[in-house]
């Protein structure tokens, strides 16, 4: 794998701009606490990009399985370079509108690119090589959020916030400069899979729709699809819970301690599922890793206690950095190739849909009940979801063993 030129495209890809995406992301923060004093108005702000997203999904997921994913990511890329413009048009006249505009085109690029992107990774590498692969790319995007978080904090201090998307803008522009680099077989299929395809309708006639009785028919990534919503709970509100961290403990370094924990745990899980996934079901570790992120919300009702509000999110780092790398691999495995485009652009939808919806009901919270209380609500619910899915998948399998 590591003599493949197209995953050292990619990783240097994905570290450079992943080091623009959370400069632009740090400074989101800072300008919206600047503008607007309430968690709800900024969920609203926030869920209008992921909406714009949710919208052009379908037709992400038809153009990406008839066209190259090559083309698709390239005009992505080209779509969220220019949407940086917005942003700092916005920060010149101090308009909201602007980076309303700015969010809705990055949403919608990243609505086509990851779709694209996770469904090229099966035909740059071997499939025994994809959890290896899936884990990396994790770690190297959250290595770039590492630095890019850590970078942002630095650059605030002694720049002014525009210079902060100038460094976003030169990440995305390196990453579609070597997008371009990218070379590999996109009709990369096996003969049983050509012929299968000609006998049923071809792509081209196909619609967003088919890939609902796929799913339906393959109970691991139905069921994996469903598990993926417990992560969304925490990460729904993500920053909107360090933003109300800092100020609940009066301190502006513990977002800078909270990312870089949440960070190093999510590399130390990619690395660590590696170890254990020969020996463990993936249903086994979807379940544990979805119970341990439960627990980290729990912690965070003591949230004014600085080395705990740590400690949780390195725990859902930890967890979530188990959980994504497995997922990812069921699904680029146990999905037929032909239906990739539209099965990532449909989990892309339900992230956003979810990550949405997660993102509003955290601002309204935030506002009536406080941090506190809603952390240990989010995290009963992640606890008892986990449970009653666990107990769904034994009495499943005891039905399996009797027949």
């Not at 240097?12 to 968690?39: R, V």
Request: with cysteine; aromatic share 12%.
């Amino acid at each position: 794998m590591w003599k493949n030129r197209n995953v050292w495209i990619l990783l240097s890809g994905e570290f450079i701009a992943g080091l623009g995406l959370w400069l632009g992301i740090i400074g989101n923060l800072e300008f919206m606490q600047a503008k607007l004093p309430s968690d709800f108005l900024k969920s609203l702000l926030l869920a209008g990009g992921l909406l714009a997203g949710v919208a052009v999904g379908p037709y992400a997921g038809r153009l990406t399985d008839q066209t190259s994913k090559k083309t698709v990511m390239l005009i992505a890329g080209f779509v969220r370079t220019i949407s940086v413009i917005f942003m700092l048009i916005a920060i010149h006249t101090g308009s909201i509108w602007w980076m309303a505009l700015f969010l809705v085109l990055l949403q919608v690029s990243a609505a086509f690119y990851f779709p694209a992107l996770q469904a090229a990774l099966p035909l740059i590498v071997a499939e025994k090589d994809l959890l290896q692969l899936n884990g990396v790319h994790m770690n190297v995007s959250t290595l770039s959020r590492i630095i890019g978080t850590a970078l942002a904090g630095v650059l605030l201090v002694i720049l002014p916030l525009s210079m902060l998307y100038i460094g976003s803008l030169v990440g995305y522009i390196g990453l579609f400069i070597l997008t371009w680099f990218l070379n590999f077989n996109e009709s990369k299929q096996s003969k049983l899979e050509k012929h299968e395809k000609v006998k049923n309708s071809s792509v081209e006639n196909s619609s967003f729709k088919d890939i609902f009785p796929i799913i339906k028919n393959l109970p691991i990534v139905y069921m994996t699809l469903i598990m993926t919503l417990v992560p969304v709970l925490f990460l729904g509100g993500f920053n909107l819970l360090v933003i109300n961290i800092s100020e609940l403990q009066h301190s502006s370094a513990i977002k800078g301690w909270i990312y870089t924990a949440e960070g190093i745990s999510f590399m130390l899980g990619a690395f660590f599922i590696k170890l254990i996934t020969d020996r463990v079901s993936p249903y086994i570790i979807l379940f544990i890793c979805s119970f341990m992120i439960g627990v980290s919300q729990l912690l965070l009702y003591l949230a004014n206690v600085p080395l705990l509000s740590v400690l949780a999110f390195a725990l859902f780092g930890f967890s979530v950095g188990c959980f994504f790398p497995t997922a990812a691999t069921i699904f680029q495995t146990k999905v037929p190739k032909d239906y990739h485009g539209r099965f990532f652009s449909f989990r892309n939808m339900l992230d956003r849909i979810s990550f949405q919806i997660v993102l509003l009901i955290s601002g309204f919270l935030l506002d009536l009940i406080g941090l506190q209380l809603m952390c240990v609500l989010f995290g009963a619910i992640s606890i008892i979801t986990t449970t009653i899915f666990y107990a769904r998948h034994k009495r499943v399998q005891m039905v399996e063993q009797k027949n």
